[in-house]
């Protein structure tokens, strides 16, 4: 559907894209994570043609952006971070001014209007002025323009922004709706919102792809991919030797317990692997009471920090630059 092959972006000596490739399938959420300035918004205004690469190409439905832009353009929905609107338009005068932009079939356009409206839930807002709705219904009619002529591509720059939370709840349940019909690639760096609505997560920083995978796959690439808990009354050499016992830990760490008798043990092991029971049996065995047991899987934001954690090295003085998500 869309194939995005060794893109780089350029702004003097400023690399904001750095030689970036992957491809997006039909019928699947994409979550495009990063964190700010690692590229996101640059490489979603690259794909859409809202402004040109510097080195590499992007293909939409077998037609490159820059050499065929308007058949290529016609694949794409785009809901950019700060939504197009004409502030002196009512709602429905710039949905079917959208729908002309678009090329809409005059017979098809009012029903589709309609239909589209409905489906964002702005119907009753359609002959407000657009400069006197609220953010959340902004961010509906931006989301509207984007949808209108069903696209087979929707991409949505920080859809969320700014949104209360019931309203962030119906526009991620509104995302997960357009699976059925659409391809759709989201930008954020919310990990609770790429968690709830995507399929698979492509991970940026600085400019290149760190990581690609489904959300529960991405716990592979982690270092620590579970961990387990314990605090365990024992002699704490002995403890670390009887657990390098077993097969499948790969750190063991072992602090003196804050509030109580014993040792805070912090185990990392294999993504499939569950050693409670080799655990339990083990200091069973040597009479080291366990008194707490606790198994928790690494969360997609502690494989967002470790992917990206060089962005802390990242000097404070650089300025931001121009596409660059603020």
Excluded at 129 to 136: E, M, V
Excluded at 161 to 177: A, H, T, W, Y
Excluded at 259 to 272: A, H, I, M, N, Y
Aim: net charge negative; proline share 4%; charged share 30%.
């Amino acid at each position: 559907m869309i194939e995005v092959n060794n893109l780089v972006k350029r702004y003097g000596d400023h690399t904001a894209v750095d030689h970036l490739s992957f491809k997006i399938e039909k019928g699947k959420i994409y979550g495009f994570l990063g964190p700010n300035g690692a590229g996101k918004s640059t490489t979603m205004n690259m794909i859409t043609g809202y402004i040109a690469s510097t080195e590499g190409t992007v293909t939409i439905d077998g037609h490159d952006i820059l050499e065929e832009p308007e058949q290529a353009k016609k694949c794409i929905g785009y809901l950019p971070e700060i939504p197009p609107l004409y502030f002196d338009m009512t709602v429905l005068e710039y949905m079917n001014f959208a729908a002309d932009l678009k090329k809409i079939p005059k017979n098809e356009k009012k029903s589709m209007v309609e239909e589209v409206m409905e489906m964002v839930k702005i119907s009753d807002m359609r002959n407000r002025l657009i400069k006197n709705l609220s953010k959340g219904y902004r961010q509906r009619v931006g989301l509207a323009q984007a949808i209108l002529g069903y696209p087979e591509v929707i991409i949505l720059d920080e859809p969320t922004v700014g949104l209360d939370p019931k309203q962030i709840i119906e526009i991620r349940d509104l995302i997960k709706s357009l699976k059925k019909k659409h391809t759709v690639i989201l930008s954020s760096h919310i990990l609770s919102e790429v968690s709830a609505v995507c399929d698979y997560v492509l991970i940026i920083s600085h400019g290149k792809l760190v990581a690609s995978d489904t959300p529960d796959n991405l716990g592979k690439l982690a270092q620590g991919s579970n961990n387990l808990s314990l605090l365990v009354k024992g002699d704490k050499d002995k403890i670390r030797i009887l657990l390098g016992e077993i097969e499948g830990i790969k750190e063991i760490a072992i602090n003196a317990a804050k509030d109580q008798e014993g040792w805070e043990v912090k185990l990392s092991t294999e993504e499939s692997t569950d050693i409670r029971e080799e655990v339990f049996f083990k200091m069973a065995e040597h009479h080291y009471p366990i008194l707490e047991m606790q198994s928790k899987k690494v969360s997609l934001e502690e494989i967002f920090l470790e992917l990206t954690e060089d962005d802390k090295k990242k000097k404070p003085e650089e300025p931001e630059r121009e596409g660059e998500t603020k």
